[in-house]
């Protein structure tokens, strides 16, 4: 199975950015978000679709609907740019990352 | 706090075995699970496989199954993975992530090992 998501999203400081990632696996099974700055380990941002970690910035938010799920970036920063992940494991435990969003704050 | 240590840089000629390692820090390893995710130079993160460091229950990816071996030594809380023929194609960070179970991967993220395969 796979996830898509687009390969590029822009936004100017301060608008909202939505990222999505689509996949049938998606329906019944929750999505993970990361983020990954150049030359750094990703970071876990949303969880179970729409879960925030500590120590993440409020306007990090996630939503679901259907075989979609999106990434919400609200008043987004420059510091926010970076590549973003899903991901999604089924009940095999067996894992898929989407193809990545390059995010640019401009 | 650092909880996932990976091993250092290596640099291989094709052909060549390698094992790479990715040790958790804390009591909380022994029930964990730990996946690879390799990350090819200008790409994307690619789920590899994981392992319960439990009992060594082990999936893979089938783009990876039959190419690497995922293994844990449960008494250290340390994940490997080993290569027995390197090739130039496997040059990449290698990363090691950890979850509660087989699903939520990712809680917490090695520093990467880069691994260099060049005649």
């Known amino acids: 199975y796979e996830v898509t998501q687009p390969s590029s999203v822009s936004v100017s400081p301060g608008q909202t950015a939505r990222i999505t990632c689509s996949g049938g696996?998606?329906?019944?099974?929750?999505a993970r978000w990361f983020q990954q700055k150049p030359g750094q380990a990703p970071v876990l941002v949303i969880y179970?679709?729409?879960e925030r970690p500590s120590g993440i910035p409020e306007r990090f938010s996630g939503s679901s609907s259907g075989t979609t799920v999106t990434l919400v970036i609200s008043g987004a920063q420059v510091d926010d740019e970076a590549d973003y992940y899903c991901?999604?494991?089924?009940?095999?435990?067996?894992?898929?990352f989407g193809g990545g969003t390059k995010l640019t704050v401009l | 706090e650092v909880q996932l240590v990976q091993s250092a840089a290596e640099v291989k000629k094709p052909g060549e075995s390698l094992k790479i390692s990715c040790k958790g820090d804390?009591?909380?390893?022994?029930?964990?699970?730990i996946g690879w995710v390799r990350q090819m130079p200008g790409k994307g993160l690619e789920w590899m496989g994981v392992?319960?460091?439990?009992?060594?229950?082990?999936r893979y990816s089938p783009t990876f199954q039959g190419q690497v071996t995922i293994s844990a030594d449960k008494s250290t809380n340390t994940a490997h993975l080993q290569w027995n023929s390197l090739k130039a194609s496997d040059t990449a960070m290698y990363y090691c992530?950890?979850?509660?179970?087989?699903?939520?991967?990712?809680?917490?993220w090695g520093q990467g090992t880069l691994v260099i395969v060049s005649s």
């Open positions: 392992i319960d460091l439990s009992d060594s229950d082990t």
């Open positions: 179970r679709d729409t």
């Open positions: 992530a950890d979850g509660k179970t087989g699903q939520q991967m990712g809680d917490h």
């Open positions: 804390g009591d909380k390893y022994s029930t964990y699970w």
């Open positions: 991901f999604c494991a089924a009940d095999n435990n067996l894992g898929v």
């Open positions: 696996v998606l329906e019944d099974k929750y």
